[in-house]
């Protein structure tokens, strides 16, 4: 293969890892600009979501499409109820409260799907069945495609929903601010909901996607792309969602160039230097703002 | 309309409210007047919702505020201008306006009131596809009162609007305050600015360290020696 095929290829394979990783991070992201709360667990949410298309298909047999709306509903209801069980009631606390509660539900949910399903990795099953793609002198397998046509979707859908919907408009409200939104007459509790549901769901379909090129479940599975994601949403602007995107993307692009050309050992300490520069020098983000804490 | 009776807020352990009871009448202006840190945001937070009080009722007619959510006050025909406007700056002038009415479900009665709201504001037509952050501080004022009056509210509480205005604007601010009152909406204006408020105002209550301390008509209150010494300078 050609140095450029080379590294084509390796552009390929940062593009794959950066879908996944933003779609993620816009879970991160949009849970802190409604929320203020970094949700730890929201990274375990990606395994239970494919445990959940596993079980359909392999247990129960379902259809694959049938399967996957399943599995994001299932974790839109599980976002729903971890903030209503977890973090609601924490609402005044201190940020720190809220993010050793944010650890503990992610541990809760390792260890509750350790305990259901034993630590043993489990085959994910191929649902994406269609032949790779041969551009030039470089073929691009099924699920890279599909991951990032996907996920270009729904993040336009994302977009549009935030910017031109009713209630994505309440949502940049409160995410503004959610005093001054409450006396527009919007239900604080319902948007947040909403917005750990649409987070959640992404999360469902990152896990898949996750799943579907690297086909193997185990119940830490969500732990390191949810650990890359954050900081691709501090990488972009935490708070915003053109951020994550853009951090999801240049952080699975950085790794994937560092795997292949520097060491695939250092590929996580280069990346966690990239995250403490990017704090040293505009701890905002690229797409954040110097917004002042409110007081 | 709003009738509020021995209304006490605290902050933790400081009793920021201790005590107040004041109403307002149908149609009536009524000012609340007061320094810096007499308490006066927070009586209007508690109001809206935002802050739950320790004791007192808060009577919307018939209903009790402080048993209500913030949301609900809002469909219940009570809007607030906040203090310091708080505009939503990464939005257009218009988003502003039609969280407004977030409230409100017919979409044509909403672009009515957006138009008259226009037309009573025709800086805020020219800009409406403008970021709010990027308004002048007399414009922001003028679309936080735009973005309450889409609530098409029974009953409109502004917290300072004079806040920051020059005087040419603050007469204008006012002016329009007036002209909200004439058009059958309620009106509770909090303000330091006492003499622009009592010019106003039928009726004002003068809050110091979270109590009343003096209330009566706007003249009465402009005429008192104690009013004066205090708030008028002289
Ligand atoms: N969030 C808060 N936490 C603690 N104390 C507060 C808070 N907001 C206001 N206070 C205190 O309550 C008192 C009344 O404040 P406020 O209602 O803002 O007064 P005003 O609007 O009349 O200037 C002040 O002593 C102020 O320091
Ligand atoms: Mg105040």
Redesign the interface.
């Known amino acids: 293969m050609s140095e450029v095929s080379q590294f084509l290829m390796q552009l390929v394979n940062g593009i794959n890892a950066g879908s996944i990783y933003a779609l993620i991070a816009l879970g991160y992201t949009m849970v802190y600009g409604i929320a203020k709360l970094i949700n730890f667990a929201h990274g375990d949410i990606i395994m239970v979501g494919a445990y959940i298309c596993l079980f359909a298909i392999s247990s129960f047999n379902l259809p694959i499409w049938l399967a996957i709306i399943l599995s994001i509903i299932v974790c839109a209801l599980l976002g729903i109820v971890v903030e209503k069980i977890a973090y609601k009631p924490l609402r005044s606390a201190s940020r720190i409260s809220l993010l050793i509660t944010a650890i503990g539900v992610s541990y809760f949910l390792q260890s509750l799907f350790q305990l259901l399903f034993s630590a043993n990795p489990r085959p994910f099953p191929t649902i994406i069945n269609l032949p790779a793609l041969s551009i030039g002198s470089i073929s691009i397998s099924a699920p890279y495609y599909i991951t990032f046509i996907v996920s270009v979707i729904l993040m336009s859908i994302l977009h549009l929903f935030v910017q031109k919907t009713?209630i994505g408009?309440?949502m940049?409200?409160v995410s503004?601010?959610s005093?001054?939104?409450?006396?527009?007459?919007?239900?604080?509790d319902k948007t947040i909901s909403i917005t750990f549901a649409i987070g959640s769901a992404l999360a469902a379909v990152a896990g898949i996607l996750y799943c579907s090129s690297y086909p193997m479940v185990n119940p830490y599975l969500g732990s390191l792309p949810g650990i890359k994601a954050f900081i691709a949403a501090v990488l972009g602007g935490i708070g915003s969602i053109p951020g994550a995107v853009l951090g999801g993307f240049i952080l699975g692009i950085i790794e994937a160039l560092t795997k292949a050309y520097i060491s695939s050992q250092l590929s996580d300490a280069i990346v966690f230097t990239v995250l403490i520069i990017m704090l040293v020098f505009k701890p905002s983000g690229i797409l954040g703002k110097n917004v002042k804490e409110k007081v | 309309m709003l009738k509020i009776q021995d209304l006490k807020v605290s902050y933790g352990m400081i009793e920021a409210i201790q005590g107040v009871s004041f109403e307002i009448n149908d149609g009536e202006i009524v000012a609340l007047i007061g320094a810096n840190g007499a308490g006066k945001t927070t009586i209007m937070h508690t109001i809206s919702g935002l802050l739950k009080p320790q004791s007192g009722t808060i009577y919307l007619d018939d209903v009790d505020l402080t048993k209500t959510p913030a949301d609900k006050i809002v469909k219940l025909g009570l809007a607030q201008v906040p203090e310091r406007r708080r505009v939503f700056s990464q939005q257009t002038v218009e988003e502003n306006l039609e969280l407004g009415a977030y409230t409100r479900k017919d979409a044509k009665e909403i672009s009515e009131t957006m138009e008259k709201i226009y037309t009573s504001f025709p800086r805020l037509k020219e800009r409406r596809k403008q970021l709010a952050g990027t308004l002048s501080g007399g414009e922001q004022q003028m679309l936080a009162m735009g973005r309450a009056l889409m609530a098409k509210p029974k009953i409109l509480l502004l917290d300072e609007p004079s806040m920051g205005l020059s005087p040419l604007l603050v007469k204008e601010i006012f002016h329009i305050i007036k002209e909200i009152n004439n058009n059958g909406t309620t009106v509770l204006l909090v303000e330091q600015n006492a003499k622009m408020a009592l010019g106003i105002a039928n009726r004002a209550y003068v809050l110091e360290n979270g109590k009343i301390a003096l209330s009566g008509t706007g003249e009465e209150l402009a005429n008192s020696p104690q009013v004066k010494k205090a708030y008028l300078g002289g």
């Open positions: 009713k408009k309440a940049r409200a503004e601010d005093q001054a939104a409450q006396l527009m007459g919007i239900n604080i």
